[in-house]
């Protein structure tokens, strides 16, 4: 059955087992969860890719661990249709206190998954809409009345920019402005700035990850929103090599083996998973001459800057919009 986000409180989960959670509001996700199940001794992450390949397992796995154990929360995470054939055999059996809570990103309505928990009366699906400004704003206002913190309107709002839509890192700032504020300093325009850093390098590698993903439109953006410097712009080019060279390696892996799946898993350093699927479509959209090209690009494009540091916000920007329009695998 679909229960609202705020309605969630007011459910008993005694009952219920199977529970949907979908939508890119990771933030809220978790501290939903958090909130529902803070008496729970345990909760167990788990990655959709992980169950599938060794589904008996995780079956079995739950089947034991729900007769001698406390209640336990598994979260399988980063979900899809795929799961269904695991839901489908875990229905039908007895799991006693262990509750299945199934995590994706946005479901279309033709969603098997989604059309599954939306219909069954004995499961819970939610969905979790993006922040806005608004909910955030809420939020913050919210924690520092709470916490008994003065701090004007502006100030709030320079913090809601500065955390990129996103909750989770709107709380970590929150809490680092706390504990600044317990030494009985006040929360001030200038040290704002300095506590309030996510800032130059999430944007930066946002920025890299998107110009290799070929995502215009995010592109456009990033740059709209931000004021880099011309220090920036060396970390920029620095920072995209790097990556390039990177995605070099996988790319000539992924010549070789022809699996994308192969070449993630096979990466070495290992690569996170929320960063997963963005490298997968960076692999697809290169490939080894064309990279190589690129760096070499990259390499001239900082000669270029060096000589001409007034002009190194127009030459950076021009080549990663130049980038992010190029079709290089026609």
Known sequence: MIVKSFELNKIKFDKVNLILFYGKNEGLKSETIKNLFKKTSEVINYEEKEILNNSDDFIESILSESLFNDEK??????????????????????????????????????????????????????????????????LANNFFKEKKIPISSSNINLIINKCNGDRIN???????????????????????????????????????????????????????????TSEDCILIIRSLLNKAKKILNLIT????????D????????????????????????????MIKKFIYDLLELELKIKKNINQSINLVTDFILHTSKANFNN
Do not use: H, M
């Open 170 to 228: 709107l709380i970590n700032e929150l809490n680092k402005i706390e504990l600044f504020s317990k030494n009985g300093k006040k929360v001030t325009s200038d040290n704002l700035a300095q506590l309030v850093n996510l800032t130059e390098n999430y944007k930066i590698s946002e920025l890299i990850d998107n110009c290799l993903a070929k995502n215009e439109k995010t592109i456009i953006k990033i740059l709209n929103e931000n004021n880099f």
């Open 253 to 260: 892996q992924y010549e070789i083996n022809n699996n994308l």
């Open 73 to 138: 929360i598994l979260v399988i995470k980063r979900a899809s249709d795929k799961i269904l054939k695991i839901i489908n055999e875990i229905e039908t059996k007895e799991i006693g206190n262990t509750k299945l809570i199934i995590s994706a990103e946005n479901l279309e309505k033709k969603s098997k998954l989604r059309s599954l928990f939306e219909k069954n009366k004995e499961y819970i699906c939610t969905a979790f809409y993006e922040d806005n400004a608004k909910t955030l704003s809420i």
């Open 262 to 289: 192969l070449t993630i898993s096979l990466a070495k350093p290992p690569i996170f998973w929320k960063d997963k699927e963005i490298t997968k479509k960076q692999i697809f959209l290169w490939n080894s001459i």
